[in-house]
């Protein structure tokens, strides 16, 4: 008979604390709390499904300094992290054919102008005879079409001296805009061909570059506001808002461009956390100076209904890159708690 009382009274107990075990344990008590300090009633409310995504500081645009003609670089004016203008020299290309087809051309002028002389030389004579009845106007017309010859084929001579100076004058290369030099790897005595990168300078403002999954970035309009996080700024924040979503897609992403106030050029292709609004979601959120920690587990301070106060266990997680939490578990709409640090 005793054995069946302890059986009894066993699974009563059981059965109490597997109903507890249902709701929210009862914290222990701590103490009451004074009506001077701050307190906070907690509430759900609809807040926006921020995704963190990784952005990318840039211009936005990138000028590259191209070799306009095949030969050796023969000299490189700068290095990265300098600041250029554009219409800068700050490269030149050297290829030994050009001189020789620039002394050419010359030599061609020299001859098609010695040949232009001698044409209206003689023009002048034919005339003179001509006009003292001993050649006849045919033998006149023809001077006067050679010498005509000439002084074309004298056009023609430095037009084609004029294009290879102005080819040989194509080995400088010249920064295409202002901005700081990215790259510049190409070292001094390398074989280019036309065409070929020399150097990379940033053009036009700087902006955050952002990449979202097609799915998730049709909820941006521009305009809209994204908070930033420099990843090794210490936790520092900055507002971004979109001014260009760019239609294109590749591999399934879109990309868009942030503006941000104060950004720094010396950081070109620093890594930003961005946390982009996709939808929104009920939850409940609370400022972080509300939630203590110990041991790895996050607590608030709980008022009961008898202003005693007590500490509650609670699941949280980031809300953006703002002074809030998400609470996952543990609080409840109505619940009122008190900021961490008051006296026990």
């Not at 109490?16 to 701590?30: D, F, H, K, W």
């Not at 004058?169 to 202002?178: E, I, K, M, S, Y």
């Not at 190409?186 to 097609?214: C, D, H, N, Y």
Request: positive net charge.
């Amino acid at each position: 008979m005793v054995t069946r009382s302890v059986l009894t009274v066993t699974a009563v107990m059981l059965t109490v604390l597997l109903g507890a075990c249902q709701e929210r344990s009862t914290p222990e008590v701590i103490s009451k709390v004074p009506p001077s300090l701050e307190r906070l009633v907690v509430q759900t409310q609809t807040i926006s499904d921020l995704k963190p995504v990784f952005a990318t500081l840039t211009s936005r645009n990138q000028g590259l300094t191209i070799a306009r003609i095949s030969g050796t670089l023969i000299s490189l004016s700068i290095k990265e992290g300098d600041q250029v203008r554009k219409g800068q020299v700050i490269a030149r290309i050297k290829d030994d054919r050009l001189n020789l087809q620039a002394q050419a051309s010359d030599a061609q002028v020299a001859a098609a102008e010695a040949e232009a002389a001698r044409a209206q030389a003689d023009l002048g004579r034919i005339r003179t005879l001509y006009d003292s009845g001993i050649y006849a106007k045919a033998r006149l017309e023809q001077s006067e079409a050679a010498a005509k010859a000439a002084t074309a084929n004298l056009k023609a001579a430095r037009a084609q001296a004029g294009a290879s100076a102005e080819l040989a004058n194509q080995g400088a290369v010249l920064a295409p805009a202002d901005g700081k030099v990215l790259h510049a790897a190409v070292p001094v005595g390398t074989a280019v061909m036309a065409g070929q990168t020399i150097a990379e300078v940033t053009a036009g403002p700087l902006v955050v570059r952002l990449e979202l999954p097609e799915g998730q970035a049709a909820s941006l309009k521009l305009g809209d506001q994204v908070a930033l996080e420099a990843a090794n700024a210490g936790g520092a924040v900055r507002q971004g808002t979109i001014i260009e979503i760019y239609p294109s897609i590749t591999n399934g992403q879109m990309t868009a461009d942030l503006q941000v106030a104060g950004l720094a050029s010396d950081r070109i292709g620093q890594r930003i956390r961005a946390h982009v609004q996709v939808g929104l979601r009920p939850a409940i959120t609370i400022p972080k100076r509300f939630i203590m920690s110990r041991y790895g587990i996050d607590f608030v301070r709980l008022v009961q209904a008898n202003n005693q106060t007590s500490d509650v266990s609670v699941q949280t997680a980031p809300y953006g890159a703002g002074d809030a939490v998400e609470i996952l578990s543990g609080l409840r709409a109505g619940d009122v708690i008190v900021a961490a640090g008051v006296a026990q």
